[in-house]
């Protein structure tokens, strides 16, 4: 079965290779905002869609871009309505607002789900006679989208940068994945002055989702000289800014870092896939709601450890890139080095170990859909068994 799998990870590593991801235009600042929205290239006059959520909204947070807009004589239409996991209905109220004003662009403002939102909603655009739920999978949209910006407000998801576009079918409960390589946005635009407002907890936990999703690209078999770079980059610039910048939130030097760090990551990852750690950390947040960076944070040190020696190779190349470690110790050391950085910063972040929420009950059903999520999907290093994830899963249980 393995096998088979392994045939299936070298097949999406061809794909990737050979076709090639789409990368986003990236823009930094405030120039980069303006310059971002003049390579939309729309004439006076044109409606743009801003997606965003309510909050960020109500807090003013996409003011800047809102005024980027109208500075370049472009008239923004808001949708805000968007939920923290975007739903089917969500993307069809903002399909239906982009139809009634007439729009022809969207810019996406928010976190992940916001970034997740606009993609589809800019699918549904160009995919009219086609259902949201249709578009879950591989390749269900194979369509270019109408001229797009986004935006990220935290440095976690990197879905400025990726293929996916993930959302819940609210009438049947279950979350839903798209990936096409269409739905990479076509340009970025990395403001660190909209994540100053981030609350310190966030922060970090969106920060160590972004540290995951380097980790996981380096651990992955399908993991290039060019994903390496890229994730390997992300790695020491969080090691380095992220205490920053959970200690100072306003300090933009520091934000902007971690904004970048998650755009790299997010380039690495949608070219790897990521691993155990979120194939198990997706079960916590669908079953108990649990945050997606504080999942992945509470899994991070227990997943490493069950790989134990089989992946010191790559975590002592992480240590010695982010010079974690002594060039000159054995890779057993530098690896083991690796570790106790991640523990100590860990513990500096004030991030739990544990959850209170994981039943004793639930153990087995979530060992089993993590497994089932992770075969053949993940080109993960190594094998988990379900008695292993089970275990892991009793590790983090409070
Ligand atoms: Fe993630």
Excluded at 63 to 85: F, T
Aim: glycine fraction near 4%; proline fraction near 5%.
């Amino acid at each position: 079965m393995y096998l088979l799998y392994r045939c299936y990870h070298f097949l999406l590593k061809s794909i990737v290779r050979f076709i090639g991801i789409p990368e986003p235009r990236l823009y930094q600042g405030k120039q980069g905002l303006d310059d971002a929205i003049l390579d939309l290239s729309l004439p006076a006059d044109t409606q743009v869609m801003v997606v965003t959520d309510k909050v960020l909204n109500e807090l003013q947070v996409i003011k800047p871009v809102l005024e980027a807009l109208r500075a370049r004589n472009l008239s923004p239409v808001v949708y805000d309505q968007v939920q923290a996991n975007p739903t089917i209905t969500n993307i069809e109220q903002g399909y239906q607002v982009y139809n009634t004003h007439r729009c022809e662009a969207i810019v996406s403002v928010g976190g992940g789900s916001v970034l997740d939102a606009g993609k589809l909603i800019g699918a549904r655009v160009v995919r009219p006679h086609r259902s949201v739920d249709a578009f879950s999978g591989l390749f269900k949209v194979f369509k270019t989208l109408p001229p797009n910006i986004a935006i990220p407000t935290t440095a976690g998801t990197g879905s400025e940068t990726t293929v996916v576009a993930v959302f819940n079918d609210d009438k049947q409960n279950k979350k839903l994945a798209a990936a096409d390589f269409c739905l990479v946005p076509q340009r970025a635009v990395l403001l660190s002055q909209l994540t100053t407002t981030l609350p310190a907890k966030i922060t970090a936990a969106t920060a160590i989702d972004a540290l995951t999703h380097a980790i996981e690209a380096i651990l992955s078999i399908n993991a290039t000289e060019h994903t390496n770079r890229k994730a390997l980059e992300a790695c020491a610039l969080i090691f380095t800014h992220l205490p920053i910048a959970y200690q100072h939130g306003q300090d933009l030097d520091a934000r902007e870092k971690l904004l970048y760090a998650s755009f790299l990551a997010g380039q690495a990852f949608t070219r790897t896939s990521v691993g155990y750690i979120h194939a198990i950390s997706h079960q916590l947040t669908a079953r108990y709601g649990t945050p997606h960076g504080l999942a992945n944070a509470v899994l991070l040190l227990p997943v490493l450890h069950w790989y134990g020696s089989r992946i010191h190779p790559q975590l002592a190349m992480i240590a010695r890139h982010c010079s974690l470690t002594s060039l000159d110790y054995p890779v057993e050391q530098q690896a083991q080095d690796f570790i106790s950085h991640i523990t100590h910063l860990l513990i500096q972040l004030n991030i739990q170990t544990q959850l209170n929420e994981v039943l004793s009950d639930d153990i087995q059903s979530l060992a089993a859909m993590a497994l089932d999520e992770a075969h053949p999907d993940y080109p993960v290093p190594h094998f988990m068994a379900l008695p292993d994830c089970q275990h892991i899963l009793t590790q983090i249980r409070a």
